[in-house]
T-cell receptor, first 112, second 112 residues
Framework: AQSVTQLGSHVSVSEGALVLLRCNYS??????LFWYVQYPNQGLQLLLK??????LVKGINGFEAEFKKSETSFHLTKPSAHMSDAAEYFC??????????FGAGTRLTVKP | DGGITQSPKYLFRKEGQNVTLSCEQN?????MYWYRQDPGQGLRLIYY???????QKGDIAEGYSVSREKKESFPLTVTSAQKNPTAFYLC???????????FGSGTRLTVV
């Protein structure tokens, strides 16, 4: 069965610094991978998705992620953090049957 | 605009009562899902439905029930058998393709 592991339940960065949120996946077949963002008391919003096309995926709000099969990773990055990026981020994996599995989440704090 | 509507946003329940959370979508999605979110535990799947009049148990179905009489609607009932129902509940929907889920804005249930 597929699964994802998010390394670090909390990440803190300064405004303007690089954001790096880590996600490793486990899947017996080529996966579909996703990053979602959740603001307090709201639902999840899709940031970006990898569906076996380009390995570098660009999403909304300046985020991007790179699929690395050799490392089974799909880390989320943003060159320069903004205060509005403070939220919880979830990595998720599914196969063709759309049985999506979510990571435990990483809470991003942005310091002024 | 198409989307998913969850209501109410906040719900208070007395111990021993059943309560029903509403989830409606106008995206023409075949599949719908219910998740429970607790702090630090990510999302846990309660029930899902891939077609009308059919639904499957997820990882934590005990104490919950659902129905899928219409494509647009997937209500969740939290029964008195659920021992610890205080949580944030999220409804989601998707097509049959693995392109990601669309989430509602959630219902926060509190037992008083």
């Amino acid at each position: 069965a597929q699964s994802v592991t998010q390394l670090g339940s909390h990440v803190s960065v300064s405004e303007g610094a690089l954001v790096l949120l880590r996600c490793n996946y486990s899947s017996s077949v080529p996966p579909y991978l996703f990053w979602y963002v959740q603001y307090p008391n709201q639902g999840l919003q899709l940031l970006l998705k990898y569906t076996s096309a380009a390995t570098l995926v660009k999403g909304i709000n300046g985020f991007e992620a790179e699929f690395k099969k050799s490392e089974t990773s799909f880390h989320l990055t943003k060159p320069s953090a903004h205060m509005s990026d403070a939220a919880e981020y979830f990595c998720a994996v599914t196969k063709f049957n759309n049985d999506m599995r979510f990571g435990a989440g990483t809470r991003l704090t942005v310091k002024p | 605009d198409g989307g998913i509507t969850q209501s109410p946003k906040y719900l208070f329940r007395k111990e021993g009562q059943n309560v029903t959370l509403s989830c409606e979508q106008n995206l023409n999605h075949d599949a719908m899902y219910w998740y429970r979110q607790d702090p630090g535990q990510g999302l846990r799947l309660i029930y899902y439905s891939q077609i009308v009049n059919d639904f499957q148990k997820g990882d934590i179905a005990e104490g919950y029930s659902v129905s899928r009489e219409k494509k647009e609607s997937f209500p969740l009932t939290v029964t008195s058998a659920q021992k610890n129902p205080t949580a944030f509940y999220l409804c989601a929907s998707s097509t049959s393709e693995p392109y990601g889920y669309t989430f509602g804005s959630g219902t926060r249930l509190t037992v008083v």
